[in-house]
């Protein structure tokens, strides 16, 4: 009887140890699923990255100037007043027009002989209006990555100062860079005139549609072309030179019409 109590005894604490055991093992060893789950919101989880990633790209976007980051570039008595669409962060930075290292505007505007074949770059912004009768100004004057950033808004809201620009410094030629920007042009044109012209279908060039001064004293006729940033894949560098040829031969008929109007 002794030797069956202290075999029973002997049963039951190993019956009990391997059940702690097992407990054990189970508390330790998980699922890959309970391991994932347990992981998931650790400080490396993809939703925490995406969050770091976000507050980053804020933060460095806090850094670019947002509004007026660039002057313009006019005078009277130009030939050819050129209108981008807005700063974009490299011209922000630099506070130069058209600064971006990927922007044709510098390289056709030398290769179109606008500027006499003299080569300028964006650092040569502010003496195109004294050296070559160039300006250049925006529509919006907000900074922003892409013009796709801007609303239509903002860009209707920037046509009322470009009129008066042109009233007052009565340019030749008005050379809209980019379609959004005559667009929003052409839609305040179309809100203050009921009579829409429907001949005056869109076309890159020289456009049908003049802008008129408010003294009637003359006009200034009205060029479009795209924008002349990289970005643009629609139009490459040799479309755009293209254009600004056919803005030159305009500029070399105005500065005839200049000469004859002195001789007689």
Request: net charge positive; hydrophobic share 30%; aromatic share 10%.
């Amino acid at each position: 009887m002794t030797m069956s109590a202290d075999y029973f005894k002997i049963f039951v604490e190993r019956f009990t140890c391997t059940k702690s055991t097992n407990n054990h093992n189970k508390r330790i060893i998980s699922s890959p699923k309970v391991r994932n789950e347990s992981t998931r919101k650790g400080p490396y989880s993809r939703q925490t990255i995406k969050r770091e990633s976000s507050r980053h790209s804020k933060s460095k976007e806090l850094k670019y100037p947002l509004d007026n980051a660039l002057l313009d570039v006019i005078d009277h008595n130009l030939l050819v007043l050129f209108v981008g669409i807005n700063p974009g962060i490299k011209s922000a930075q630099s506070g130069h027009h058209f600064a971006g290292p990927t922007n044709h505007f510098y390289p056709c505007l030398v290769e179109s002989g606008l500027t006499n074949y003299e080569v300028v770059n964006y650092e040569n912004d502010i003496e195109l209006s004294n050296r070559f009768r160039i300006g250049i100004i925006n529509v919006c004057s907000r900074t922003s990555r892409s013009s796709a950033d801007l609303s239509k808004n903002e860009m209707r809201d920037g046509i009322p100062d470009l009129i008066n620009k042109v009233d007052s410094y009565k340019p030749k030629i008005l050379c809209f860079v980019g379609k959004c920007a005559y667009e929003a042009y052409e839609k305040s044109c179309q809100v203050s005139n009921t009579n829409r012209d429907k001949s005056l279908s869109f076309k890159f060039g020289l456009q049908k549609r003049k802008m008129s001064w408010a003294d009637d004293t003359g006009y200034t006729k009205i060029f479009a072309m795209p924008s002349t940033s990289g970005r643009v894949s629609h139009y490459q560098k040799g479309d755009k030179l293209k254009l600004f040829k056919e803005l030159k031969n305009l500029v070399d008929i105005e500065r005839g019409q200049e000469g004859n109007d002195i001789f007689f």
